[in-house]
């Protein structure tokens, strides 16, 4: 008979049952949604406040020391099925689940699902199903005792337990330690034999000839002889497979495919494949469903005079990726639905961005997560789940990591979007420099995972997919964190450093920098109650989750800025240096490629209200840092950078047409005034860069404290400004503002009576709902720029004038 799952009902209910549980909530059994997690129940019943607001995390820790009971009852009525098992697609995290009072198995692994023969257990009526979930907390304390505590940033023992290390806190996140079962579970009846694992690559040859491979590994309940039939592009074949045989291959081939493309560089074509399981007669037993593209990648480390580049090459053609790093979109993930995963990777398209590396603190991105980035072009780069700790090799820990390795492999490997696996997120790094081989005393710390599980599981599995044992990564062995050499992250600037010492770097590839900035001001205005509030008020602390976060903050802006006193202006200086750090640092690294291939900003994207160092904050509002990246990442760049010689105008130019034209170069006065101009004709390749230095007339200032020089081709602008802002003369900017309706929102209209420096619309502030795609224009005296608001309703053109509203650095330089 054909593989029937089962919903379960969805009436569970959920109880406190070990831990320190306050009275109202250790006596209550509420409803629970499945998939769900204790919060979300929790709060659906309001017997806990919103965790995310104030400092109501410390008001709900408690959650994660207590253990939680989830039970239901269903109907089943016998059949005549051969096999009856119980499926939970996932568990967070250590459980164990009783049927009719028997235990049918025990998990400890969010990053797996798990599957359990049931038939013995079912009884003809009502059947009832606990899933007794232990404290994740309690339990991670107990297997770091029995394992030997490592090395790690936080205070409890992530690495202990198989599950999210970001749910027990991190420098940008609030601690949840949840419990719950947060994927689907259905009861599967089925005979004969069903589609235990499937792998599906598809590949494509010089001549765009196609192929899809499909590798079916069969569970039997019996040796009845059934077939594994594929149907891709119109094309079907059929294989049998013997009754004692459980493995079958096969392979259909196509003509003319069409190639899938990242982002900006074609369009991103998908093919249905069907893989269908069927008995003697042709009924179906089971089925699964996957869309491939066409595309061949790989990553070129081949060695050069220079060390050894990282560079990505699609199709042949070599790919400059513009990235950004990728935590889990909410902190209580099982409210995070497909369409908000389609928001949030649509602004990362808008923002010009190319790839998105989903980092190895979180989760393995979910099957929505990669079919939109596969339907957007968005290139994808998965960490093993492994972040910033010694990782014990020994059991029980080891097999569940062999789990989850090949499920998620499996899982992911036929997307087209998927470039990059890579075995775990600094922990090469923090072995070498972190003081980690000292202190472990031998203890095992990660590498067998890292050079050897995995690897030879991608080299079963995926052969398709590259691998890397970590990021950052040298692949000819020399110091992982070498810039000459693969990929590194840069974080002294962050934690020590002024932001302008990035362009003392010139990395292969950079995985990981970033700057931080306060969320949008109506996100965070809603999250906290403070009277007043400050950047040093109780709920912004309890918002600020990076060791010295607000020093290293006012550290990082004073060089460029004054310090603000009022709240709105410290708000407005510290996005905007945010932005203008991560800018700076963007169109330095774009400046060097081809030497340079690669930078993925930290981060994306937020999981709660907090300051952080995110684009996009937890209510889903774009910071001036996203500005920032649609600006760098833009498909061709003018950018003035320092050179040994002087200053250079580097014209960028990711589009396969040559960029042809006339370089006009300036240098003017604040008043606009023209000092000294100079015409140069050029020609950029198709996909390349130029570099032209600026004549002495241009590059040398009169008076650095207010002039400044463009380079403009065909209407893309860069600009140079000699002092930084608090030394130059900038005034209070003065300006007119228009804005008229349209069926999204308004047009806004500014028009510049003097130099203006990074006009920005904190648009929120004018209707909650707003977002605006561009902002961080610098206007000379005269020019004018028209910024699309999308938003809900009517809003004032006047509320787009507002002080609040549309801001300049000028505002932090002028006293």
């Not at 042949?316 to 995963?341: C, H, M, Q, S, Y």
């Not at 059991?395 to 992911?412: Q, T, Y």
């Not at 001036?624 to 200053?647: D, K, M, N, W, Y």
């Not at 605006?772 to 809900?792: K, M, N, Q, W, Y």
Request: with cysteine; glycine share 8%.
């Amino acid at each position: 008979m054909t593989l029937a799952p089962l919903p379960l009902p969805a009436d569970w209910t959920l109880r406190a049952s070990g831990g320190p549980a306050p009275e109202d909530v250790a006596t209550a059994t509420v409803a629970a949604t499945v998939p769900g997690c204790a919060h979300t129940d929790l709060l659906a019943a309001g017997l806990i406040p919103d965790p995310f607001l104030d400092d109501n995390e410390s008001a709900t820790a408690w959650i994660g020391l207590v253990d939680w009971r989830y039970e239901t009852t269903f109907t089943w009525n016998a059949d005549a099925a051969q096999r009856h098992d119980l499926a939970f697609a996932g568990l967070d995290t250590v459980a164990e689940i009783t049927l009719n009072d028997r235990t049918i198995g025990a998990t400890e692994n969010q990053h797996r699902s798990y599957r359990f023969e049931v038939s013995d257990a079912l009884v003809e009526g009502e059947n009832t199903l606990v899933v007794q979930f232990r404290s994740p907390v309690r339990h991670a304390n107990a297997r770091s005792v029995e394992l030997g505590a490592r090395e790690r940033p936080y205070p409890l023992p992530y690495e202990a337990i198989r599950k999210s290390a970001c749910s027990f806190g991190w420098d940008w996140g609030i601690a949840t330690a949840t419990s719950g079962i947060v994927a689907p579970v259905t009861l599967e009846a089925w005979s004969i034999a069903r589609l235990q694992e499937v792998r599906v690559v598809a590949a494509v040859d010089q001549s765009d000839a196609g192929t899809v491979t499909v590798d079916a590994t069969l569970e039997r309940a019996d040796e009845a002889p059934v077939a594994v039939r594929v149907t891709a592009a119109g094309t079907t074949i059929e294989v049998p497979v013997a009754g004692t045989d459980t493995t079958a291959h096969a392979v259909v081939h196509l003509d003319g495919v069409e190639r899938w493309w990242p982002v900006g560089y074609g369009a991103q074509p998908l093919t249905d494949v069907l893989v269908e399981l069927v008995d003697a007669d042709g009924a179906v037993l089971d089925t699964r469903a996957r869309r491939v593209g066409f595309r061949d990648v790989h990553w070129d480390t081949t060695p050069d005079a220079a060390g050894t580049p990282f560079t990505l090459v699609v199709n042949g053609l070599p790919i400059f990726v513009k990235g950004a790093n990728w935590i889990p979109d909410d902190a209580l993930t099982v409210r995070i639905t497909r369409e908000r995963l389609r928001r949030r990777l649509t602004q990362a398209v808008d923002g010009n961005l190319n790839l998105i590396r989903v980092w190895g603190g979180g989760l393995y991105e979910s099957d929505d997560f990669y079919d939109l980035c596969d339907e957007l072009g968005l290139l994808t780069w998965q960490d093993f789940l492994f972040a910033c700790a010694a990782y014990p090799e020994e059991e029980p820990i080891r097999s569940e990591v062999e789990a989850e390795a090949r499920e998620n492999i499996v899982r992911l490997a036929h997307h087209a979007s998927l470039v990059l696996l890579t075995g775990n997120n600094e922990n090469l790094w923090g072995f070498e420099d972190w003081g980690w081989k000292q202190r472990l005393d031998g203890k095992t710390w990660g590498a067998y995972y890292y050079y050897d599980l995995f690897p030879r599981l991608v080299d079963e599995l995926a052969p398709q997919v590259p691998y890397a044992p970590g990021s950052p990564f040298s692949p000819g062995g020399q110091h992982p964190n070498d810039e000459a050499h693969g990929t590194m992250h840069l974080w002294e600037q962050w934690n020590r450093l002024d932001w302008l010492t990035y362009r003392d770097h010139r990395p292969r590839f950079v995985a990981e920098f970033g700057w931080q900035g306060p969320p949008a001001w109506t996100t965070l205005t809603e999250s906290l109650s403070d009277a007043p509030l400050t950047p040093e008020s109780p709920g912004m602390i309890v918002h600020q989750k990076a060791m010295e976060g607000n020093v290293k903050l006012t550290g990082g802006l004073v060089p460029h800025f004054r310090k603000p006193e009022q709240m709105r202006a410290w708000h407005w200086a510290m996005q905007l240096n945010q932005a203008t750090a991560v800018r700076t640092a963007l169109e330095h690294f774009r400046s060097h490629s081809p030497h340079t291939m690669g930078a993925i900003v930290w981060q994306l994207n937020d999981c709660w209200p907090v300051t952080s160092w995110a684009a996009i904050d937890g209510a889903e509002r774009p910071k001036p840092l996203f500005h920032a990246l649609r600006s760098a990442f833009a498909p061709r760049l003018v950018t003035i950078q320092p050179r040994e010689g002087g200053l250079a105008a580097v014209l960028v130019n990711e589009l396969r047409e040559s960029w042809t034209g006339a370089l006009e170069l300036r240098r003017l006065r604040f008043d606009g005034t023209v000092l000294a101009s100079e015409t140069v004709d050029v020609d950029v390749a198709a996909g390349g860069t130029s570099t032209i230095d600026l004549p002495d007339s241009i590059r040398q200032s009169g008076d650095a404290t207010a002039e400044l020089v463009t380079a403009t081709l065909g209407g893309i602008r860069g600009e140079w400004f000699f002092a930084e802002p608090r030394d130059s003369a900038l005034e209070a900017a003065r300006v007119q503002v228009s804005a008229s309706p349209t069926a999204e929102g308004s047009l806004v209209t500014i028009t510049a009576d003097n130099l203006v420096r990074d006009l920005t619309l904190l648009v929120d502030v004018a209707a909650s709902d707003a977002t605006v795609l561009d902002g961080l224009r610098t206007l000379l005296p005269g020019e004018s720029t028209t910024l699309a608001v999308r938003h809900g309703g009517v809003v004032a053109a006047d509320a787009f004038a507002h002080a609040d509203v549309l801001r300049t650095a000028n505002e932090l330089v002028v006293s």
